[in-house]
Each structure stands twice: as C-alpha cells, then as structure tokens.
C-alpha cells in the first residue's frame, strides 16, 4: 500500500449528476486547477522531507477526463512517475484510449448493479461504464 500520495482535484466538471456527488454538471465556466499548479505541487510534493520511496500522484475530480489539458497532464504526471492513476466514471475512456497505458491504474465507478447503478448516476451510465472497462481490458490483455 502506498502511504504517499497527492490527490489532485482538476476539476468540477462532470457529464453525470449523481446522487451522492457534491460536483457540479457539466459547466465551461466552471473552474480547472491550471496545469502551472498541478507541476508546482508535484514538484512540491516530491521535495518534501518525507521518505517518498513509494508515491502516487492520484488524478480525480469531477470528472478528471473533462480537464480541458487531460492530455497535456498525462504527460506531465508521466514526469513524475510512470503511471496514471485516476478516478473517473468511465464516460469518456473510449475518447482517451490511446492516452493510457498499460500499467496505469483506472478506477471505473460502479454502484451496484445496472438498475441501482443507473438510479445513482443516471440512465444509460451503467452500460457505458462496463463498456469502458470492455476497452481497459483490451489493452491491458
């Protein structure tokens, strides 16, 4: 287990309005953090005192693959470790696939099955999450 670790709130925005979610729907004016803070975090994070044998730099939100520099921050985080670690509700992986690797972790959010999952997050979202992790699977096989 890895002690050390930087969550990164990028942003509010998110395609979903579940039930339980403090974020707020899909917005343009709604706020990112900009890609100048997230690297001096980082940067921040890893200069610390701390023993960072063993770190993460977690990607989360929001909906993290609404951040308007998604890809421009995969590769900035790839600076720091070699991997990607994010939280995300699966929408938008299809749209991303060629961003991900294979030794990156995605954590796709089910709740249950299609019907609590659906009253949870919204209609259709069930199906479209277990096809996202359709698409993990292939390239992580």
Known sequence: MVENFLALHLTSNCQLSCRHCYCQNYSPTSTEMPLE?????????????LP??????ILS???PLLYSKFEQLCDLIR???DH????????L?????????????IQVSIDGDRETHD???????????IAALGVLKRIWD
């Open 79 to 81: 600076e720091y470790q």
């Open 119 to 129: 009253r949870i997050r919204g209609r259709g979202s069930y199906d479209k999450a």
């Open 37 to 49: 803070i997230i690297k001096s975090l980082c940067e921040d994070f890893l200069n610390t005192e």
């Open 93 to 105: 992986i299809p749209k991303y696939i060629d961003v991900f690797e294979k030794n990156d972790g």
């Open 52 to 57: 960072l044998k063993e770190y993460s730099i």
């Open 84 to 91: 990607l670690i994010l939280s995300t509700n699966g929408l």
């Open 61 to 63: 939100g929001g909906e």
